[in-house]
């Protein structure tokens, strides 16, 4: 069948639009695209939110680790406010003992011998002896080397601090020794630290009887004897008068030790003592006190001398009071 004039085909036009659309929408596309540079985008990295927590804690941390050492600085700074005051209490009481050095003619008195000297001496004198010192002038107080030896009852009163223990013990035995080679026969010996413990508990209170063999056992047993000590005679000493004075019988106590510490009196120590060791109608001290000084604290360092000063000071103005002397030694190997 034949068409008729003037009729299309639906076909070819419905593809024409379709071309035209698709080309039409293309040019839009390239207008489009040109319109424009490229946007290039930049990605900033932020911490997830953990890591800002773990942050903050971090912080609080420092935080309070700066309280705590501001508290810790401010407790030292006390202290050592607290330190600087005492140093001026201990430099006003060194200067107190300068002053007493200074106006004496020695701190202590010093043998050169020791006493080792003092061997020579006997109390008890043979017939012999009696006779030839007859026409004499021997001194009346029986004293050798400025220490009466006219003692029958004898107290040693030792400090057994580590400064002596540790440096000067082999040194104290052979004063020890020394000493008791002076009195050939005694009624009696006691040995006592400076803090009034005894050395042998077996005679607690009680005088131990004078032997060659118990002389021995005094020795042998002081090489280890060490006791706890606070570097202050008063203890001892007033616990050997209140224990063994009895009238009638004539002591003498032995201080031997190397410092006395700055916490305590040489006034108050003294008067005790004078409270203890009252003079009798003569004059005369219920017991006689001597003292002998090791200068163990000079091989150590300066700042610890104070202590042997004050120990010197306070043994010789004791041992003055109560009829004694006081020796300070030279050497302490």
Request: glycine share 8%; net charge negative; proline share 4%.
């Amino acid at each position: 069948m034949r068409r008729k004039r003037g009729e299309a085909d639906s076909f070819s036009v419905s593809f024409l639009d379709v071309a035209a659309c698709g080309f039409g929408a293309m040019i839009i596309l390239l207008m489009i695209t040109k319109s424009g540079e490229p946007i290039s985008i930049e990605f900033v990295d932020s911490p997830p939110e953990g890591a800002i927590i773990e942050l903050q804690e971090q912080l609080f941390a420092i935080r309070g680790e700066t309280t705590i050492f501001n508290r810790d600085l401010n407790a030292k700074q006390e202290q050592l406010s607290a330190m600087k005051d005492r140093i001026a209490r201990l430099q006003r009481d060194l200067d107190d003992a300068k002053g007493r050095f200074q106006t004496s003619n020695q701190l202590s008195t010093e043998i050169t011998d020791e006493v080792g000297r003092l061997a020579i001496a006997q109390q008890s004198m043979t017939e012999e002896m009696q006779r030839l010192l007859a026409n004499s002038s021997a001194p009346e107080n029986n004293a050798v080397g400025g220490i009466p030896v006219d003692s029958e009852y004898i107290i040693f009163v030792i400090d057994t601090s580590g400064s002596m223990y540790g440096n000067a013990w082999n040194k104290m035995l052979g004063v020890i020794d020394d000493t008791l080679n002076v009195y050939p026969e005694v009624k009696g010996i006691q040995i006592m630290n400076d803090m009034g413990d005894y050395m042998f508990d077996s005679y607690r209170g009680e005088w131990i009887p004078d032997t060659p063999s118990r002389r021995n056992t005094i020795v042998s047993t002081l090489r280890t004897w060490n006791p706890f000590s606070n570097s202050s005679p008063v203890e001892g000493v007033t616990r050997a008068i209140n224990t063994f004075y009895e009238p009638g019988k004539k002591i003498s106590i032995y201080v031997i030790g190397d410092d006395f510490q700055p916490g305590g009196s040489i006034q108050n120590v003294l008067q005790t003592i004078d409270r203890i060791n009252v003079e009798d109608e003569n004059g005369d001290r219920l017991v006689r006190i001597h003292g002998i000084g090791f200068p163990v604290i000079f091989a150590g360092q300066e700042r610890y001398r104070q202590s042997v000063y004050r120990y010197s000071t306070l043994m010789r103005e004791m041992t003055q009071r109560n009829g004694g002397t006081f020796v300070g030694l030279n050497d302490f190997q």
